[in-house]
């Protein structure tokens, strides 16, 4: 209906609403009123009419999508009604009508049922007969909140959704029996399982944007047990913000699962050692070192430089700072393998940085067991022209980007970084470069990762692979890997290996069946499949080795390994007479180079 036609149908509408408010109260005050009009009668209720076209237009009564009505649509009719009873008796009084106070009380009181009953029944007609009852889901909404009534809202007002929301949980017992938007208010978080079999729930919602991780963790376990598709409400933020609606709700991720509070950053201090600086960043296309870059730009550097090999994942990366901050940071990509010395001298020497991340790597554990040349080529070598263009530029601090599969070594990959590190830690007592490294558990959601794996699995109807039943891993997001490699840069000193707090490490197979039950299925619907521990595989991962603990942690959530001495005779050998190892020899040389270093350290510190 056009706005003229629906404007037009309610003004028809109020006038005769109006008018058969006025007549009913002017009938009561006046039983022996005879069947011809009074003229009083017919002054008094042109002055109403008119009066109430007025407020009704000042508070846009005709304006309204009447079929959301709430609180706040009847509060304008409130207002615009008052307003219209309170002319009328003004217009008596400095008149010479006469002045009926019941009269006008009654007219009020009449309006307002009348006014606010049309309204409000069109809306109930909407909700109660013209939306579909057949095939929607129930859902339960976990917080009866601002949020959880927002969702609860929007869920009753888009029955194009199917989903109805049927309950509410919430631990705060004051809400516990009442009823929001006429749901009940089912009971607590530990109510969770009985609620869902009481009322038939097909979906979960979590609306409660303020909840700690670790209560979250708790809910998520309790929701795990009733085998129902559990959800999350979008950040409220992002909802401001325009970038999702309400009822798009995100699955449950595995970062919900950690239990732990995300890591803060120092902003004083990053802001004083990045801000107006130029920072190149290699392997700026990657999922840790686009990440960084985004973070890297929340602090107006003056210039970031954005090195990778990949044309398009840097053009990517290129294009998204751009458009979010490309007219307070100078952005400048840059092609470039960090295995060619003379292309990082190039780079260094056009832009000198004063902070470089080294996020450059091949990280894939079985892969380069298969490809312990490219491993060593890449993540040794690389390196090595990576830091001495920084040493010889006088860049001010060189961050590099390492693993917790550097400590104790039984892979390729995992012995490459750990010769980074120790090739870094070189340079850092030659040059006036400040060199530290920062070591990361699993990263959820990097390229790679397990979680995809697991996601993408559940979603073709499994099974869910799983190496072994016993193997364990720390786990951290993208965004806590990115701050701690810059939170790592404001707190170097030189030779440090920074490693984040990731609390308890977490069986692989728990966050296997907490994917799957969060998805909606059973054990029995997704099976778990036990795969064998792949080549170079860890059982469980170690953040520091016992000869780099330090008992002070330097930053809250981060600790600090102490500087170890290396033997950089045993890596320059292993540089100069790279290419006349085969793939074998190469893959012992690296790992004997690091254990029996590791090993002769530990047995000095005894």
């Not at 090195?307 to 901050?325: A, C, F, T, V």
């Not at 001010?396 to 599969?405: H, N, P």
């Not at 290996?497 to 907490?514: H, T």
């Amino acid at each position: 209906m056009s706005y003229q036609k629906r404007f037009l149908l309610l003004a028809v509408l109020d006038s005769v609403l109006v008018l058969a408010a006025a007549v009913i109260s002017y009938i009561q005050f006046h039983p022996l009123l005879r069947s011809v009009p009074d003229k009083e009668l017919l002054l008094n209720s042109l002055i109403l009419l008119i009066s109430y076209y007025i407020f009704a237009n000042s508070f846009l009564l005709y304006n309204k999508s009447w079929e959301y009505a709430s609180v706040m649509e009847l509060k304008s009719i409130f207002k615009a009604v008052t307003l219209t009873i309170i002319a009328t008796a003004a217009f008596q009084l400095f008149t010479s009508l006469n002045f009926y106070p019941r009269m006008l009380l009654s007219v009020w009181m009449m309006t307002m049922f009348f006014v606010g009953g049309s309204r409000f029944s069109w809306r109930l007609y909407l909700d109660h007969c013209l939306k579909p009852k057949q095939d929607m889901k129930k859902v339960l909404i976990i917080g009866a909140g601002q949020a959880g009534t927002l969702v609860a809202r929007q869920l009753l007002n888009n029955p194009e959704l199917r989903l109805v929301p049927a309950a509410f949980i919430d631990d705060d017992p004051g809400k516990l029996k009442l009823h929001i938007l006429g749901i009940p208010v089912a009971g607590a978080t530990a109510d969770i399982v009985e609620t869902v079999e009481k009322y038939q729930i097909n979906n979960i919602v979590i609306a409660i944007p303020s909840l700690k991780k670790f209560e979250m963790n708790k809910i998520f376990l309790e929701c795990s047990k009733t085998k129902v598709k559990t959800q999350v409400m979008p950040k409220i933020e992002d909802v401001m913000l325009g970038k999702v609606a309400v009822n798009q709700f995100r699955e449950v991720g595995v970062e919900d699962l950690l239990g732990r509070e995300p890591v803060e950053l120092d902003i004083e201090s990053i802001s004083e050692y990045i801000s107006c600086k130029t920072v190149l960043v290699t392997g700026a296309g990657g999922s840790i070192g686009s990440e960084i870059c985004r973070q890297i730009c929340k602090f107006s550097p003056k210039k970031i430089v954005l090195l990778g090999h990949g044309e398009n994942s840097i053009y990517q990366i290129d294009m998204e700072l751009r458009n979010k901050y490309g007219q307070t940071v100078e952005i400048v990509p840059a092609i470039g393998d960090i295995q060619d010395r003379d292309r990082m001298m190039e780079v260094m020497a056009e832009h000198h940085p004063d902070v470089v991340y080294h996020a450059a790597a091949h990280k894939h554990v079985p892969l380069m067991e298969y490809n312990p040349r490219e491993a060593v080529k890449n993540n040794v070598l690389g390196t090595k022209n990576v830091a001495e263009a920084a040493h010889q530029h006088k860049v001010g601090t060189f961050v590099l980007i390492s693993s917790d599969k550097a400590v104790n070594p039984t892979n390729v990959m995992g012995a490459t970084k750990r010769i980074a590190e120790m090739v870094i830690q070189h340079f850092n007592q030659q040059s006036g470069t400040k060199f530290v490294a920062v070591r990361f558990g699993n990263v959820l959601g990097s390229r790679g990762s397990v979680i995809p794996l697991f996601k993408k699995q559940i979603k073709a109807g499994g099974p869910v692979t799983v190496t072994h039943p016993e193997m364990t891993r720390y786990f951290m997001t993208i965004p806590e890997a990115s701050r701690l490699v810059i939170q790592a840069g404001s707190l170097a000193k030189g030779g440090e290996v920074f490693v984040l707090d990731m609390g308890e490490p977490v069986k692989i197979v728990d966050l296997a069946k907490n994917l799957i039950e969060l998805s909606g299925f059973s054990l029995d619907e997704i099976t778990i499949k036990y795969s064998g521990i792949r080549p170079g595989e860890k059982m469980f991962e170690e953040l520091l080795n016992e000869n780099e603990v330090n008992d002070v942690p330097i930053y809250p959530k981060i600790l600090v390994g102490k500087s170890s001495p290396s033997n950089y005779e045993m890596i320059s050998n292993l540089i100069q007479n790279f290419y006349s190892f085969n793939e074998r020899d190469l893959k012992d040389y690296v790992l004997n180079l690091v254990n029996k270093k590791e090993k002769k350290l530990s047995a000095i510190s005894k």
